[in-house]
């Protein structure tokens, strides 16, 4: 079993960030510490009672340890350069080192509060995204605005050297003693609060957007060509939260940095479990890994649950929903028939992506050369923003044929332009456009997918990965002859990707979408019943989880009667007179207990209601005090001795800011928690 | 005790004495938080700050 951080470090770094920042941090610390005692500093007794009793061994790769190995293990290279990137896991933030064979080493990383991630999630935060869930919004709106603050970032927030380390003027950004990213300072230089939510995007929110994603791509591609030069190995595995900026990505290809790339398709932390399961099965037991250079291993990424073709029917049948069961190939015939119509598709089948991309197993399917496709599925479907991007299935062998690159691209991280042969030529008053406007003008004969600046993040498709989504978009090919479809993740905004046939029903049902493809049974919107209200499906959902056992109720009266009958007791040598009301409650939990349980539910509800209010509040309080008495006194001290927990001195005269990884450190004990 | 053992483990290993105190008595409080979580006997515990 392997656990993908080292929860005694992450502790160990929040500690001594509130203590580099004490007094101020106060809020930030009684946010997370709750959830720190709890759960995480038990992650092992966690796991253990989750897993029903598991008494084998847990190891803990450290954070970007478990990323490094999600990217080489199931990589087709037998040997090559790793990368790492992210917001922050211990105390590293990226990472660099190499893989061969069945072991990988970390030789160099940049550490905590230096964090590129964190620089691109400020600005997620201040262009008015949700931080750690906006990123890509912001990825796909930096198209529409032109860099105009790039210098303004490089002079002032950040001091980058040519090897792509660097430091944060943390004057700037709040992340670590606050519960916003951006401090005053920041606001003060880029002259505006944040953009709150859901209000107007500006100009200048996609200027912003535009110059720091050419800072990230800058800082990537400098990482690229100095672990080039140091590893001199021919071939990069990446992962990290960052490594989910395909246009970043794409630059490295563009650039010839290496002669190939492979990225983990779940690069943020869901992938850290992957890599924590190959990194104890490959590195800790030895087991032999095979690379032919060639064939990845990650099996299409279709590494999740599957609902058989009965299993979908009996679910269907069971609720009374009309659908029809056809052949493989009658549906997929009826299916491409739909997406030529202009209908928009649910497409459900096989085994769940893992990551956060549909990959054409729980994807939205549209046609790619419709004008009004991408804001009918934007803004009927999906409920997000109009000028979301959408990404394009297309037949591995057609790739070639309508964007520029030979790429396979099966996990949709590659950013490829669009062919010239394929775009539409643009008047001068359609050049002269800016932002919004940019989008109402077709640039392709594929525009559903044509980014404003032609750029288009594609999964290629081959029959052997996917042979049922093949077969749709070849029969699409046959009827239109293009081998290109929209593909876009089978959820609306702010949900998960749909898992199971009831999710993407609901889904379906809930959204415009006009049929639904589950398994081998094809659902029309017209055919089914009206949806039972949200309130009526929560409120018997609500109704099974709050139902008490009589088991439950017994077990509480139980204490109750304990705990009632140790007070009565105390009382009894204090010789009050609340002894005779304690000890008739103990009497009454117990005669409830043993005949009546179901008596005891509205006291139950009651006191547990209770429980947690004071649990809340003491547990805050006591939080507190720890803080007034133990951390801010230990952080002035630690300041008096001049010792600094964290690197914040900016713009220092070190030639590179990469720590060497202690070869005897955290990394060399994955059995332990530090 | 196992726990303890490793938390002990990992002060010595990373020699950062210095949040010994503080880490003390938030485990402490962390047992406190842990043994009262969805218990019905919390309301008496917390009674005794």
Redesign the interface.
């Known amino acids: 079993m392997g656990f993908y951080d080292k929860p005694?470090?992450k502790f160990?770094r929040l500690?001594?960030t509130y203590?580099a920042f004490a007094p101020s941090g106060l809020q930030s610390y009684l946010k997370s510490?709750?959830l720190?005692?709890?759960e995480k500093?038990?992650m092992?007794?966690l796991i253990k009672k989750k897993l029903h009793g598991y008494k084998g061994d847990i190891k803990y790769p450290e954070h970007h340890q478990s990323h490094a190995a999600s990217a080489f293990f199931p990589s087709p290279f037998e040997e090559a350069a790793i990368i790492t990137m992210d917001g922050v896991g211990e105390w590293a933030t990226a990472s660099w080192g190499t893989g061969r064979g069945n072991r990988i080493d970390l030789h160099s990383e940049l550490q905590f509060p230096s964090s590129l991630g964190l620089l691109y999630t400020a600005f997620t935060y201040y262009v008015g995204f949700k931080v750690n869930n906006g990123e890509y919004k912001l990825m796909g709106l930096a198209p529409y605005g032109k860099p105009k603050y790039v210098q303004t970032i490089l002079d002032n927030l950040i001091d980058l050297r040519e090897d792509g380390s660097f430091l944060l003027d943390m004057s700037y950004f709040n992340y670590c003693q606050g519960l916003t990213m951006t401090s005053d300072k920041f606001h003060r230089l880029f002259g505006e609060l944040p953009r709150k939510p859901e209000s107007t995007i500006t100009q200048r929110d996609m200027d912003l957007a535009a110059s720091v994603q050419v800072v990230t791509e800058d800082i990537v591609l400098r990482t690229a060509r100095y672990v080039r030069r140091e590893t001199g190995l021919q071939n990069l595995c990446l992962a990290g939260g960052v490594a989910l900026n395909c246009v970043a990505n794409g630059k490295i290809l563009k650039e010839r940095i290496f002669d190939d790339v492979w990225i983990q398709p779940a690069a943020g932390d869901a992938g850290g479990s992957l890599g924590a399961a190959l990194f104890v099965w490959h590195q800790i037991l030895g087991n032999h890994r095979d690379a032919d250079g060639v064939h990845d291993l990650q099996q299409g990424s279709y590494l999740g649950p599957d609902w058989s073709d009965n299993e979908i029917e009996s679910w269907l049948t069971a609720g009374g929903y009309p659908y029809e069961k056809m052949t493989e190939t009658d549906l997929i015939d009826t299916v491409s028939d739909g997406i030529t119509a202009g209908r928009v598709i649910g497409w459900y089948g096989g085994r769940m992506e893992f990551g956060p991309r549909a990959l054409g197993n729980r994807s939205i399917i549209g046609d790619a050369r419709s004008e009004s496709m991408q804001s009918i599925i934007n803004l009927k479907i999906k409920y997000r923003e109009s000028f979301r991007p959408f990404a394009p299935s297309v037949l591995l062998e057609d790739v070639e044929e309508f964007f520029d690159t030979d790429r396979a691209s099966p996990y949709m991280l590659l950013v490829a332009p669009v062919r010239a042969s394929h775009r539409k030529e643009l008047s001068e008053e359609e050049e002269k456009l800016f932002g919004m406007e940019k989008l109402r003008i077709p640039r392709s004969d594929i525009p559903a997918i044509t980014h404003v600046d032609y750029s288009s993040r594609l999964q290629t498709v081959s029959a052997k990965d996917n042979p049922r989504y093949h077969a749709l978009i070849s029969s699409f090919k046959k009827k239109t002859g293009y081998g290109i479809v929209i593909n876009t993740s089978f959820n609306v905004r702010g949900e998960p990707i749909v898992c199971t046939p009831e999710d993407a029903y609901l889904c379906f049902m809930r959204t415009e979408m006009d049929i639904l493809a589950l398994g081998n049974c094809l659902l029309k919107k017209e055919e089914q019943p009206p949806l039972k209200s949200k309130d009526e499906q929560c409120s018997e959902r609500q109704k099974s989880s709050e139902a008490k056992s009589k088991e439950e109720l017994r077990k509480?009266g139980l204490?109750?009667t304990g705990?009632f009958a140790a007070?009565s007791v105390l009382l009894y040598f204090r010789n009050t007179s609340l002894l005779p009301p304690a000890a008739g409650l103990s009497g009454f939990f117990l005669l409830s207990a043993l005949l009546y349980p179901r008596l005891l539910l509205p006291v139950?509800k009651l006191?547990?209601k209770?429980?947690?209010v004071?649990?809340y509040i003491?547990?805050r309080?006591?939080?507190t005090l720890?803080y007034l008495l133990?951390?801010i006194p230990?952080g002035l001290i630690?300041r008096l001795l001049g010792?600094k927990p964290l690197q914040l001195d900016f713009k220092g005269n070190m030639k590179t800011y990469w720590v060497t990884v202690d070869p005897e450190g955290p990394c060399s004990r994955p059995e332990?928690?530090? | 005790m196992g726990?303890i053992k490793?938390?002990w483990?990992?002060l010595r290993?990373?020699k950062?004495w210095?949040?010994l105190?503080?880490?003390t008595?938030?485990?402490l409080?962390?047992l406190?938080?842990?043994l009262?979580?969805?218990?019905?006997?919390?309301?008496?515990i917390?009674a005794i700050?």
């Open positions: 005694f470090l160990e500690l001594e203590l510490m709750p720190w005692l709890k500093l038990w092992g007794d509480f204490i109750m705990a007070l139950e006191w547990m209770l429980a947690s004071m649990s003491m547990t309080v006591l939080l720890v133990a951390v230990t630690m010792k332990k928690q530090y | 726990r490793d938390i483990g990992f290993t990373r950062k210095w949040l105190p503080i880490i008595v938030l485990l409080l962390s406190i938080i842990v009262s979580q969805g218990s019905a006997l919390a309301p008496f917390y700050f």
